[in-house]
């Protein structure tokens, strides 16, 4: 379960017979505080690769922009890949089974 914000505009793609899937960007930030001898502890951002499929992703293409806070359910992927140097590289991916959109809507 993660709560954060869309750090840029969704990717949407059409894959086999028009599945939608959306990949973003989520930043869930862990705020700072002040241990009792002073010390100032900053605020930690992480950075989450999101993969939604099917209506979610459509949902997303709709309804989801940079800036937007979402809570996403989902499981954790660990993918492995060769880049185009030929580097073996990894990646850590949420797939999405759920998401609640929690930023208001704008009454434009």
Do not use: C, F
Request: charged content about 30%; overall charge neutral; hydrophobic content about 30%.
């Amino acid at each position: 379960m993660l709560i954060g914000n869309v750090g840029q505009e969704p990717e949407i793609r059409y894959v086999d017979q028009g599945v939608a899937v959306a990949r973003l960007r989520l930043a869930t930030t862990e705020r700072g505080y002040t241990l009792p001898n002073g010390t100032q502890v900053p605020d930690h951002t992480d950075w989450h690769n999101v993969i939604l499929w099917r209506r979610l992703a459509e949902i997303v293409e709709k309804y989801v922009h940079k800036g937007d806070k979402l809570y996403i359910e989902g499981r954790i992927r660990y993918t492995t890949y060769d880049d185009k140097q030929g580097q073996r590289r990894s990646a850590t991916e949420i797939w999405a089974d759920n998401m609640e959109m929690l930023t208001p809507k704008s009454t434009e």
